[in-house]
């Protein structure tokens, strides 16, 4: 079995086949599935999805690229949402400072509001970093949250082990099956496989031999492998700790 702990089944390149994708991926061996929101009204999407399929679960949260419209009344909207049996995680939150769609003290102020949201809630939180490394960190560390994962994961090894140290686990998609990634197969053998997750982040990140198309969850097979060939364990080993990960990050009984 697997556990998709980073998708987007709310996207819009889903919308022709959401529903005949989405009931059939118990059947493919895909046990569950965190959608995560990007904005309140992805959040509420996610919620919807998370409804109407046992199978999926949601986050609730407002991505970096996002936070240049958000106002403290989509705090408040969150920390409503939230409440919601079947929300997991605030996410996904972060910095990022490679395509800068908002501006860096807004992307600041609000992530430092949604880890203290998620602090409050004792809820776990769907990092996104990019090219912020030291300052996501650093924030993370001052807020005091210790429960989360850094969702695709991009960093070096030390890093990522410093995040381990506090508590949080590592996800890896698609981007472990690449030629050239040798840096996230390198984090992939040296993170303690009880701190590991797999995710899709789809329809985004398609692993090898789908690199280029719409990434689902049926296609986690292929992450699991990369994983498995550099830690030198068997898929069945990866799958099962990864799966189990989820449930215990989550708290999906």
């Known amino acids: 079995m697997y556990f998709d702990s980073h998708a987007h ?12 994708l989405l009931s059939g991926l118990p059947a493919s061996g895909v046990a569950g599935v965190i959608n995560v929101g990007f904005d309140v ?9 998370a ?5 999926i679960y949601a986050a609730v949260g407002v991505h ?35 395509y800068d769609h908002s501006p860096r003290d ?9 880890l203290e949201l998620a602090k409050s809630l004792d809820i776990p939180v769907a990092i996104h970093s990019r090219e912020a490394s030291k300052e996501v ?3 993370i560390v001052e807020s005091g949250v210790t429960k989360g994962v850094l969702h695709c994961y991009s960093g070096h090894l030390p890093m990522a082990l410093d995040y381990v140290k506090m508590g949080f686990y590592i996800s890896l ?39 280029g198309k719409r ?7 292929h992450i699991v492998d990369a994983i498995a060939e550099a830690k030198g364990l068997s898929h069945k080993e990866i799958a099962k700790a990864t799966y189990e990960n989820t449930r215990n990050l989550f708290g999906i009984s």
């Not at 409804?51 to 199978?55: A, N, V």
């Not at 009344?73 to 939230?82: A, G, Q, Y």
């Not at 919601?84 to 996410?91: C, D, F, L, Q, S």
């Not at 990434?215 to 097979?221: C, E, G, V």
Request: hydrophobic share 30%; aromatic share 10%.
């Open 173 to 211: 998609s698609g981007t472990v099956t690449y030629k050239n990634a040798n840096k996230t197969r390198e984090v992939a053998e040296g993170v303690p496989l009880n701190r590991l997750l797999i995710e899709t982040d789809c329809p985004y990140l398609s692993p090898v031999p789908f690199r």
């Open 137 to 139: 960190f650093d924030t």
């Open 106 to 114: 807004l992307q600041r102020y609000w992530f430092a509001k949604q």
């Open 41 to 49: 009204v992805s959040s509420k999407k996610a919620i919807a999805l």
């Open 64 to 98: 970096p690229h996002d936070v240049k419209d958000m106002t403290e009344d989509d705090l408040l909207e969150l920390k409503f949402l939230s409440e919601h049996p079947k929300v997991v995680a605030i996410g996904e939150i972060g910095l990022d400072f490679h």
């Open 51 to 55: 409804e109407t399929y046992p199978h």
């Open 9 to 20: 089944y709310d996207n819009p390149q889903y919308d022709e086949d959401r529903e005949i």
């Open 215 to 221: 990434n689902d969850s049926t296609k986690l097979p």
